[in-house]
DNA sequence: ATTATAGTTGAATATATCTTCACTTGTCAA
DNA sequence: TTGACAAGTGAAGATATATTCAACTATAAT
């Protein structure tokens, strides 16, 4: 096989291997939206938003206060979260109300406190 | 409860649901590790190398051709793959094969699969 | 020995993203 | 109606990170 087979600056090594996997890969978008998903809890700040609204509902200023930032820092992290869809609120009066809206968020950190624990 | 009590720029609402959430946070050690491992699956190109390496064992020039991506760049996250622990790797003459050394990431594959084939 | 190739690596550039700051909005209370 | 405060937001600055490019190493074949 030549290289100009595929479109690697290399040679094919394992063509059967090459094409084998090529088949079972999920397509763009799905790999997209699953590296979207773990990026969006990759962030340590989103993490401890995250794991502080799966004990219980919460303000954005009681969560400033758990997290020992800003107001403005954890409204632009809950704005994204929001988004996402992995979050949603209520108003109530001056005061807007978190909670987690997504199940497989816990299961995710459960596996991830898992492997921590498993390593070093 | 005045302001200066906590770490905020805001008046704390619930005071007891902010001490009651911290008890129960993790810490930052913690938290830090379990961004970190999020992070590292959290892009495509290294989540589409993981979910290669889990149908099974590649070369570099084998991932390079399936990904559609320079050796160089393959490499270079194949060694933050390897820095992190859930990649190993073996030499045979001039080729390198590269194979998962973590149960948890297929795991966390599965569950975040689930995630967003449940969303729409 | 020389050549070709698989793989690694450092530096540089480009891009993404997190926090801060200043300002705005909406709601409650006086 | 005015003041205070919770929350949201756009812009800017700072930081992190992904890919490219150009060496460089190591191995195999001639």
Redesign the interface.
């Known amino acids: 096989m030549s290289r100009n087979e595929?479109?690697?600056?290399?040679?094919?090594?394992?063509q059967e291997?090459?094409l084998?996997?090529?088949q079972?890969?999920?397509d763009e978008n799905?790999?997209?939206?699953?590296?979207?998903?773990?990026?969006?809890?990759?962030?340590?700040t989103?993490?401890?938003i995250l794991?502080?609204l799966d004990?219980?509902e919460?303000?954005v200023?009681?969560l400033?206060?758990?997290l020992?930032?800003?107001?403005s820092s954890i409204s632009h992290q809950l704005a994204v979260l929001r988004r996402s869809?992995v979050v949603k609120c209520r108003k109530s009066g001056k005061?807007v109300y978190y909670e987690l809206d997504?199940d497989?968020i816990v299961?995710?950190?459960e596996?991830?406190?898992?492997?921590?624990n498993?390593?070093g």
Do not use: S, W, Y
């Open positions: 595929f479109f690697c600056d290399c040679n094919v090594i394992h291997a090459v084998e996997v090529l079972k890969m999920p799905t790999f997209n939206r699953l590296a979207d998903l773990f990026k969006l809890i990759g962030d340590t989103r993490c401890r794991f502080a004990q219980r919460m303000c200023c009681d400033a206060n758990v020992n930032m800003t107001k869809g005061e997504d497989h299961k995710l950190f596996v991830g406190l898992e492997h921590i498993h390593k």
